[in-house]
Every structure is written in structure tokens, then in C-alpha cells.
């Protein structure tokens, strides 16, 4: 099967979707329909803001929805794509899909995760390494089960994390690398060479939903552990500690000869200044 005649429907939300709809489209690989979330208010002034993913649709004239609800009223708009749809690509698109949406398509459903699974199945794999202190990290494209990040492995590639890179920066780097691997992989899978491997239930580990509490350091910790939150939350919810009841953010860190050490803050109300 060539790349303009795979029908494909694409799942995804964020800028880290966006972006690999970007590579897909460079590639060839043109979806039929994409599936978005809703339109949320953001900013201080809480304007109603499209998704990344609906304002790459409108850019490139496909055809998107955006349901409220998963279960019903996306079922009935995708039946009637169905008789030409031949698989759907999920990335980051934030809410879970049931079993019988999964298996629509002729070739079922994959996903695009950015951590070796079975390691770190959930909501934040790339801040779970970086808050873990690991040294490797990976993509892995998985054919989607219902049961999460539990699908059989279609392909996976591993990568270094460096001691000072921040989860931003990390996920930079696994979109592309991610989004390049599915390429690569989309023509042995459709036609059939690809074998998905299972994965080992023994090995799961699993990663929450990051929470604005989350961010909060205790600056007597161990130096180490203090570095890596703030590698991990660097963009959100950013690290921050407590002096004198005010909540102080913590924009710009290093850790130094063994000693976790702050290079600038934003004090509760100012503006960024030099720590000490």
C-alpha cells in the first residue's frame, strides 16, 4: 500500500499531535478525518482557544470534529467513514477511547507513546523519566488495547536523556523521533510484516496525571531529587517552595558540585529577579 492510499483517521489534541500530523503529512500520509478536543479557555483573560491539532486541520482543509462526548456521539460520525477508513493514529488526544471505537478499523488502532513500554504506562512518561533521574528513555508504537499502554509492541527506539535536559526539551526531541519512527514503521505494519510483540505485565511500571502540587519542593531534600523536579516541571507546573507564606516559583536552576542551586525565581505577585 502506497502512503496517499492508506484512509486514516488521527486522534490527537496538543502541539506534541500537531506536530507529528506535520511529519505525517511531509511524509505523504494525508488523514481522511481528524479527531480533536474542545476549544477551552486560556491566558489570563480566558479567550476560548482552538486546539493545536484543529488550528493544523483548518491550515491544511481536513475535515475535523471535535465531540464532547466519546462514546456516543463520536461512534455515529465515525460509522460513516468507516467503509474506507483502514486505521486510526492516536497521539496525546486525552481522553480514552472504548473498545468498540478501538477496533472500528480494518487494521484496529495505534499509539504513539513516549516511554520504553512496558515502563511508565499513564499521563506523563517523559516527566516520570526525568523525575526518576533515568539515563534512557524511548518511543514505543503500540497496537492500542483497551486496557492502558497495554497494547502489543509494533516498534520501539530508544534514546539518551542528558543530565541537565528538561522535560521540554525531551519531548521535543521524542515527537520527532517518534513521529519519524511511525513512518518508517506504517508501511511493514499495513502490509502485514510487522508481528506486535506483547508486552511483559511483570515489567509495567505506570506514571499519574501531574497535579500543580506536584511542583513543590522541600529545598532541605536531597539536591539531586530537588534538580530533577525541576528539570521535570519546568514548564508545568514549575517547581516552587514557601518562605514567610509566599509561594515562590523557581525559573532557572543548577545543580553544582553536589548542591541544587537556584539561579532565578518569580516572588508570589513580582517579576523574575536573580535568587540571592
Known sequence: MQNKDLKFVFFGTPNIASETLEILRQNGYIPSLIITGSDKPQGRKMLLTPPPVKVWAEKNNIPYIQPNKVRSNLFESL??????????IVVAYGKILPEEIINLPKLGSVNIHYSLLPKYRGASPVETAVLNGDTETGISIQKIEFKMDSGPIIAQESIAISPDEKAQDLRKRLTKIGGELLVKTLPNFVDGKIKPI????????FCKKIKKEDGLIDLNEDPIKNY??????????????????????????TLQNGEFKILKIIPEGGKEINYR
Not at 79 to 88: G, T
Not at 199 to 205: G, H, S
Not at 237 to 248: A, D, E, V, W
Open 228 to 253: 530533577n523536579k525541576f528539570r521535570a516541571y519546568a514548564t508545568w507546573p514549575r517547581s516552587f517552595f514557601f518562605k514567610n507564606g509566599k509561594r515562590i516559583i523557581i525559573t532557572d536552576a
Open 198 to 205: 506483547p508486552q511483559d505485565e511483570n515489567k509495567a511500571t
Open 79 to 88: 460509522r460513516s467513514h468507516l467503509s474506507s477508513i483502514d486505521l486510526f
